[in-house]
């Protein structure tokens, strides 16, 4: 299909192949998409043994997809398999939860994350989830990558909780190459709305260091942003305003996962297209 068909452009920026899902749906619906992963991410090996099983804590959390895979993939490594009966298995937000059901490892009444219909998607809404169990945990373990937020952690040791982090993956800013330089000179070319979907601070950072080392960050003024909170709204705007883009960006929030983002898109997308 020629780029002039299209009804929008979207560039889809999370890890992995966590982008070929939302790709399909986006592109059945009219929309030319560019997978192009902002960061890469590598698992750390070695790093789980009997200590850090989850039968030796109360609860295990989870920050996102990639912890619960990396984890479990450590534990059947280390020939730990089996989720005991009584350990928590918690999420910051939805769309991890739905991983840790999908791995069939962990007991269904033993997965805990934040209701999306009621409440946010992160740290905050996990803690407000937990409510009177905080009282009932000792020893937890927080599965992250190498670097991550403390809110949760230093909220739950402020309850008295021994907190153990454990990283099992590293993130790194993922290189564009040419191809992906090509792509989007042609989607900013068409003039039909582009929108970048933007998943972390991180991922931030990195997209923008790529557009600025291809030549491209002169296009951000007609970019719109697609995010997954609040905080990664703050980090964009600030990251454009030191850039040189004067305007405030066209920003929408939208919980994680597949059919939110994809809500999301097509909304800023036909929005654009009738103003």
């Not at 009966?85 to 840790?100: K, P, S």
């Not at 599965?143 to 982090?165: F, I, M």
Request: with cysteine; glycine share 10%.
């Amino acid at each position: 299909m020629p780029a002039a068909d299209f009804l929008s452009c979207a560039v889809l920026t999370r890890p992995d192949d966590s982008n070929r899902a939302l790709a399909g749906m986006l592109q059945a619906r009219g929309v030319q998409v560019l997978q192009a992963p902002a960061l890469e991410i590598s698992r750390i090996p070695g790093v789980v043994g009997a200590g850090q099983s989850p039968a030796c804590y109360d609860m295990v959390v989870f920050v996102s997809g990639n912890a619960v895979r990396a984890y479990l993939l450590a534990l059947a490594e280390a020939g730990l398999r089996g989720w005991p009966a009584a350990t928590i298995a918690a999420a910051v937000g939805a769309a991890t939860g739905q991983v840790l059901r999908d791995s069939g490892e962990i007991p269904d009444n033993m997965i805990l994350y934040p209701d999306p219909a009621l409440d946010g998607q992160d740290s905050e809404s996990l803690w407000r989830a937990l409510g009177d169990r905080v009282g009932t945990l000792r020893r937890v373990l927080i599965v992250r990558g190498a670097s991550g937020r403390e809110w949760l952690g230093e909220r739950l040791e402020a309850a008295g909780v021994c907190v153990d982090r454990l990283a099992v993956y590293h993130r790194s800013p993922a290189i564009w190459s040419r191809r992906e330089r090509s792509v989007l000179e042609n989607m900013f070319a068409s003039g039909k709305p582009c929108i970048f979907l933007l998943t972390s601070g991180e991922g931030v950072d990195a997209v923008h260091g790529n557009m600025l080392r291809l030549g491209l960050a002169h296009q951000w003024k007609q970019a719109l942003f697609v995010v997954i909170h609040e905080r990664i709204a703050t980090r964009l705007q600030s990251v454009l305003a030191a850039s040189g883009k004067v305007e405030p960006p066209v920003v929408k929030i939208c919980h994680p996962g597949d059919e939110p983002a994809l809500q999301a898109i097509l909304a800023l997308a036909s929005h654009t297209a009738s103003s």
